[in-house]
């Protein structure tokens, strides 16, 4: 683990443009007073729950000794009354609080709030001690029908919603949260202040958002990454959205569109890890200009320079197989790869391509990576793009 430290160490510290790698092992970076620790990216919208409270379940990568809560309205049509929102660390499994960490959130030093439509919040931090990998409970009382509630349509874990929510978001014990949601409300990160030495982002579609990994078990690829970065004290944050796209909106917003508020305005952001665009070649309208994706890649990597932040390119995973696969599409992944590869836009490549292709066909995956569907990843392939990312960061060091 001091190799990992030492080589991210130079990493972070080659974080500007224009900087070279230093020859010899550079000291840590200077710790960040706040940095994410978890994120969803908002990707839509559902019923509002009016009178309810829903408790989030998050899965933090670092920890810290205080919290902050980020909350969207970001697809609302209306302004959103937040009636109570709260933060305890989670008892084993289910709905329970571990007895005597429930804080009551406030903003501005209030009690409530009231979020605008297209707008965020963050909550005033939070004196909490959580452990690096801990789950929180983040839970949300909205009063009224405030119209749309944003959402994250595919968390791949099992929330939990109290129908007769009013008194409820600092309950200890969950009897009252009586029925389950499988996407986040509101909720869009934690932040946590602690010896920290910032953020990565990952940011992509559902291939980074975690379809085919095991629901409830937190085994997305980033969740993995941020198993093998713990020692550096690097939190990861996922801003995977299924159904995203680089070129086009999609499920949310398109990459360039939400770029700022899905990864280089969250905390302690040093590096992005950009892994999109395989839903622009399997999809409709037809996108199969490499000019237009090399373009659109040169953009996200000015942006994140001009913000001090590094940029990983992951080549785009194989999917024959799959019903919206053609040979002409394969015919665009490959040339939208080489550029990934050679066209010089990135910091560094994660070669994901051929981290998971089947050496035997390379338009598909390796059997051992393939949920079923022949484009996702299950938890074996998860973890495979995990050390590629990973081993990208080194080299990039």
Do not use: C
Request: glycine share 10%; net charge neutral; proline share 7%.
């Amino acid at each position: 683990m001091a190799e990992v430290r030492r080589v991210l160490a130079v990493l972070l510290l080659a974080m500007l443009p224009g900087t070279t790698t230093p020859a010899v092992a550079a000291p840590a970076p200077v710790p960040v007073p706040w940095t994410g620790s978890w994120e969803t990216a908002p990707s839509g919208t559902a019923a509002a729950l009016p009178g309810a409270a829903v408790r989030n379940v998050v899965h933090l990568s670092v920890g810290g000794t205080a919290v902050r809560i980020r909350l969207s309205n970001r697809f609302g049509t209306a302004p959103l009354r937040l009636g109570a929102v709260t933060v305890a660390l989670r008892r084993a499994a289910g709905p329970d609080a571990v007895p005597g960490t429930v804080r009551t959130a406030t903003f501005q030093g209030a009690p409530t709030a009231t979020v605008p439509p297209g707008q965020d919040a963050v909550t005033d931090p939070l004196p909490l001690s959580v452990p690096a990998a801990a789950d929180l409970l983040v839970t949300v009382y909205t009063p009224g029908n405030d119209g749309p509630a944003t959402v994250h349509q595919t968390a791949l874990q099992t929330n939990y919603i109290a129908p007769a929510g009013a008194g409820r978001a600092a309950d200890e014990v969950g009897a009252a949260y009586t029925t389950t949601a499988n996407r986040w409300y509101y909720v869009t990160g934690v932040d946590v202040l602690g010896d920290t030495a910032g953020s990565i982002v990952a940011f992509g579609d559902s291939l980074t958002d975690g379809n085919g990994s095991t629901p409830d078990a937190n085994h997305r690829w980033p969740d993995r990454l941020a198993d093998r970065l713990r020692a550096a004290r690097l939190g990861v944050l996922n801003a995977g959205i299924s159904g995203n796209r680089l070129l086009h909106d999609g499920t949310g917003p398109n990459a360039l569109a939400r770029l700022d508020a899905d990864a280089l305005d969250r905390a302690g952001v040093r590096v992005l890890v950009v892994l999109e665009g395989i839903n622009d070649i399997k999809g409709t309208p037809t996108a199969d200009d490499t000019t237009a994706y090399a373009d659109a890649y040169r953009a996200l990597v000015a942006r994140a320079h001009a913000r001090g932040v590094r940029v990983v390119g992951v080549t785009l995973t194989p999917y024959r197989g799959f019903s919206a696969y053609t040979a002409a599409r394969e015919a665009v992944r490959q040339r939208v790869n080489a550029f990934i590869r050679t066209g010089g836009a990135f910091d560094a490549v994660a070669d994901a391509d051929t981290a998971l292709r089947d050496p035997a066909d390379p338009t598909r995956l390796l059997p051992r990576y393939d949920p079923g569907d022949h484009l996702h990843f299950n938890d074996t392939g998860m973890a495979k793009i995990a050390d590629t990312v990973r081993g990208a960061l080194a080299v990039a060091g």
